[in-house]
């Protein structure tokens, strides 16, 4: 059953950077806004917690 949560949980992170970083993006006034507006879904987020642990701010930055 770990693969399906792992499947699903990537599924969520996909769809989080297809639809929910673009808005955050957009609505930020510089792209550091927008990467601590995206942690505040990603950190309540175990898709992105459990995926990422003390990596996930790294990964935020990593998106642009």
């Known amino acids: 059953m770990n693969w399906l949560r792992n499947l699903w949980w990537a599924t969520q992170r ?9 808005i955050c993006k957009a609505k930020a006034k510089t792209l550091g ?3 601590h507006a995206f942690m505040m879904h990603a950190i309540t987020d175990p898709a992105w917690v459990r995926h990422y642990g003390e990596n996930l ?3 935020i930055c990593e998106l642009s």
Not at 14 to 22: H, Y
């Open 14 to 22: 996909k769809i989080d950077v297809q639809i929910l970083w673009p």
């Open 33 to 35: 806004d927008a990467r």
């Open 57 to 59: 701010w790294k990964a």
